[in-house]
């Protein structure tokens, strides 16, 4: 089946670093993206990852292992404006993406 | 990327009314384009996949005559929610596949805030 966990919530301080997790089931994965959606709005492109390994993109970092179905998302120097949902999103075989459920983040001063 | 736009922002209607929503690539001619629904608190849940020029693919327990969605160009995609219902207020976000293989990735409208009285 394809399934999709992620923490509900989270709460870190500011300057901080917090790490979000991701597990994942997929059929035909062909990629796992990571979006920040404030509430009201819609998601907007965080990361991508389709090979093992970290990507680093300035504060936010993003790790896949596709043997473990894992990924994570790391937020350095967090800022009060960090404070968002989270999304995890697979991509499976026909391009459509599996949600996660979303993990707040609540960063605290 | 995709710059994608929705029409309305938002939109207030009386139950029994229809509504529609128009999604727009404003830089990219988008073959497929999503439609998604997300309630207060919740992930985002995919509707239909639009496709240009034939029917859209609508996912399992969503009604496809009460959720109309057209594809006729590669720039917009309309969703029309008909005899809309106080149960389909709802975040109504669209988004254009960018790519159809190796990378692919999705851009997202700004959404639809649907309140049905």
């Known amino acids: 089946g394809q399934n999709i966990d992620q923490p509900t919530e989270m709460t870190a301080t500011e300057g901080a670093i917090v790490q979000i997790n991701c597990t994942y089931q997929?059929?035909?994965?062909?990629?796992l993206f990571w979006y920040q959606q404030h509430a009201g709005e819609a998601p907007t492109f965080l990361s991508y990852n389709v090979l093992d390994g970290l990507e680093e993109k300035g504060r936010f970092s993003s790790f896949l292992s596709r043997s473990k179905g894992y990924s994570y998302l790391l937020l350095k120097e967090l800022q009060m404006k960090d404070s968002a949902s989270y999304l995890c999103a697979s991509s499976d075989s026909n391009y459509q993406l599996i949600w996660g459920a979303g993990t707040k983040l609540i960063i605290k001063p | 990327g995709a710059v994608v736009s929705q029409h309305p922002s938002w939109v207030i209607c009386k139950s029994g009314t229809s509504v529609k929503i128009e999604c727009r690539s404003l830089d990219f001619q988008a073959t497929t384009m999503f439609w998604y629904r997300q309630f207060p608190k919740q992930s985002l849940m995919l509707m239909a996949t639009?496709?240009?020029?034939?029917?859209?693919?609508?996912e399992q327990g969503v009604e496809k005559d009460k959720f109309l969605i057209n594809h006729a160009s590669l720039t917009l995609s309309t969703l029309t929610v008909t005899s809309a219902h106080p149960e389909d207020s709802s975040f109504y976000i669209c988004?254009?596949?960018?790519?159809?293989?190796?990378?692919?990735?999705?851009?997202f409208g700004p959404g639809t805030r649907l309140t049905v009285l």
């Open positions: 997929t059929s035909g994965f062909n990629g």
């Open positions: 639009s496709n240009e020029g034939s029917k859209a693919t609508y």
């Open positions: 988004s254009v596949l960018l790519g159809t293989s190796g990378y692919n990735e999705q851009f």
